[in-house]
């Protein structure tokens, strides 16, 4: 469950993120929402209970929100780009394959057959999901931009999971702490980051309004309360599961387009979400 809650709010605040960036400067619409978690789990931190965090689990929550940092970046401006329902799946299915092979590899885990069969579904689900009837430049734009998110979110969901169970919210903040600092080092090299010039946007360098800042910042407090779910979750769960589950939040933006946005999609992208829900059916057996 805190898996599946923890897809759900990633996959509310990234398609959020996305439809900002469309008018907005991804980089600074990222900046925007990883101050805002920063403030959100600095808050709950000390409230959150656990013991104090060790300098190891404030490294492990640094290394996380380094690859936190790169991933939204890459996210919002692949969104900015190209379709949101092509990027995310994309972002996905790195950030699914690559903690599975390192925790298998490395760490010793050994998920379960069931678990395994659901991981193994998840792939050609995710790849399904980001099927379209047309492919262009942009897209392919697009992809590149999620292929490269999909490491800082495999970096993120690894370094994070390697945090002591008592260090509580102590190494998210930390993980906050220095996304902020890799997406504004980010923000000052604008040069390293088109955007899509097909339509006039604002400078990189333009504050955002109050109202764009404020759903920007939202962005960020839901992918906060994300990352504390799968925190939890990889207490009570193997890394493999916990992320494989975090990684099905694709499905989210795509449902939310069918019912807000009226989106049609393919046949081959409905039964990605067919397979997709399957996926979660098997991971979550006993």
């Known amino acids: 469950m805190l898996g599946l809650l923890s897809a759900a709010l990633y996959g509310v605040a990234d398609a959020l993120g996305g439809v900002l960036s469309r008018s907005w400067p991804p980089v600074r619409v990222a900046l925007a929402g990883q101050v805002g978690g920063l403030v959100v789990t600095a808050a709950a931190a000390p409230l959150a209970g656990g013991t ?75 790849w399904l999901v980001s099927r379209t009837r047309t492919t262009t430049a942009d897209t392919a734009a697009g992809v590149r931009d999620g292929l490269v998110a999909s490491v800082g979110i495999a970096l993120q969901y690894l370094a994070l999971a390697q945090a002591s169970p008592g260090a509580g919210l102590w190494p998210v903040t930390s993980g906050r702490v220095t996304a902020v600092l890799v997406v504004a080092a980010m923000a000052l090299l604008p040069a390293l980051l088109p955007v899509h010039r097909a339509a006039p946007r604002p400078a990189p360098a333009q504050p955002l309004p109050l109202r764009v800042t404020a759903l920007a910042g ?61 996926a979660c059916a098997l991971i979550v057996v006993p």
């Open 218 to 278: 939202l962005t960020g407090v839901l992918a906060a309360a994300a990352l504390f779910c799968y925190l939890l979750a990889t207490r009570t769960a193997l890394v493999a599961v916990a992320s494989a589950l975090s990684c099905l939040y694709p499905v989210v933006p795509v449902l939310v387009g069918l019912t807000f946005l009226r989106e049609r999609p393919g046949r081959t992208q409905a039964a990605g979400l067919v397979l997709a829900l399957a």
């Open 52 to 126: 104090a965090p060790t300098s190891a689990d404030l490294a492990w929550g640094a290394l996380s929100g380094a690859g936190t940092g790169v991933a939204m970046v890459f996210l919002f401006r692949g969104m900015s780009r190209g379709a949101m329902s092509v990027v995310i799946p994309v972002s996905a299915v790195g950030g699914l394959a690559l903690p599975v092979l390192v925790t298998t590899v490395l760490l010793g885990e050994r998920p379960s057959a069931w678990a395994w069969a659901g991981i193994t579904l998840a792939l050609p689900a995710l």
